[in-house]
């Protein structure tokens, strides 16, 4: 079984705290009520790409650390490539993540593994995040029961970035990064680049290192000369 390894020091690149959306105070109340168990036991993010899905489970793992809570975090793209069996046997009282869960849509093993699942969490043994490209009703999944059972606790859908939400992030990420992101530069990256959210962190850790190596600042002549 392929389980991600949690980072041994905070990155705050994942906080709970500075995922930018409009409704992130409704998202931290929720996912902190998951884990303090105030809340939801069940919480699904249904959301396309560069929505804040891997985001917010990463944010997870670091909150759970900082409570001293049992957090186990999946990618479904790797359980893809391993067995089902023993999933099952995660202790009582974990707390489980589970990112792109619909990749396992079809396959009959995981499909049971997780309609067993998510029948521990009812029974209050686990608590329960995943994340789905769109909401599991229009997922491919097998089983009929595991749909419906995706269904029983808290679906959130999380939206793109619009413009200015990107224009915001690119900042946040750039000032966590010790880099100062003017407005024209902002500018200039959203209109001559991908406007993807992943595009655009991509170009900014390349500009990251490139100004570090030329102990440059960042201005459109920079940009231009480095990113052609």
């Not at 329960?128 to 995706?150: A, E, M, N, W």
Request: hydrophobic share 40%; glycine share 6%.
């Amino acid at each position: 079984m392929a389980q991600l390894p949690l980072p041994l020091s905070f990155d705050k690149r994942f906080s709970l705290d500075n995922f930018i959306a409009p409704d992130a105070d409704y998202l931290r109340r929720q996912l902190r009520g998951l884990f303090d168990a105030t809340g939801e036991s069940l919480i699904g993010l249904c959301g396309a790409a560069d929505s804040g899905k891997t985001h917010l489970l990463n944010a997870c793992a670091h909150y759970a650390r900082d409570c001293g809570l049992p957090y186990h975090l999946f990618d479904a793209a790797q359980l893809m490539e391993a067995t089902a069996d023993g999933f099952y046997e995660l202790p009582g009282g974990s707390l489980v993540g589970v990112d792109n869960l619909d990749l396992l849509a079809g396959r009959k093993a995981w499909e049971q593994q997780f309609y067993q699942l998510i029948n521990r969490v009812k029974q209050g043994e686990l608590r329960f995040i995943f994340s789905l490209s769109r909401p599991p009703r229009d997922v491919g999944f097998r089983l009929p029961d595991l749909k419906s059972r995706l269904m029983w606790g808290l679906l959130i859908t999380l939206h793109s970035p619009d413009e200015e939400q990107l224009a915001h992030i690119l900042q946040t990420r750039a000032s966590l990064l010790g880099l100062d992101l003017p407005q024209d530069v902002v500018n200039y990256l959203l209109s001559h680049f991908s406007r993807k959210l992943s595009d655009q962190m991509q170009l900014l850790h390349r500009l990251d290192h490139a100004a570090l190596s030329q102990q440059r600042r960042l201005t459109v002549p920079f940009i231009r000369q480095n990113l052609p």
